[in-house]
């Protein structure tokens, strides 16, 4: 038994503003992130990055009720949902995304505790990394948005992101080395 056009349509309509609500979750603690950095790189007091990292926390907990929101909506629907396992897994990958930057946030907070200090062109690194995965995530969100358009920006979006996906590798790798 398959859904109406215009039904499944709806509920696809549902579920990509779910998830495109959770990205925005997800990209706008990443941003935080982003400020956690610079001030760490900067030489800010512990006090001022275990304030970045508590509202990550939160933001982290909000994008996992928007997850949460988006699995009852699909499991409302049921199998008669095509692509269903295609929303699950964009839906996880965002969740991933939120967890890698929770974690690399508890990392900074512990190494502003240490008093860790890394040499300027190693600060520019992560910081030219950050803008880089930042720059990346908002092409995937560009994506997204593109998805309820047309497909010719869709593919182009996606492209760009993995243009950029690949910048950040690059970074990532000459960190690692440095490291």
Known sequence: MALPRDREEDFRVTILTLIQDQM????DGYRTLLNMLEDFTDGAKTEKLEEYYDKILKNDESAKETSLMIEREINNVGALLTDREGYIRLMTEIDRVSDITEGAAFRLLNLSKMKAEFGKNLNQRFLQLGETVLTALLRAREALLASTLDEATFHQKIKETEEYEKKADELYRV????L
């Open 24 to 27: 925005r979750k997800v990209v």
């Open 175 to 178: 960190i690692d080395l440095e």
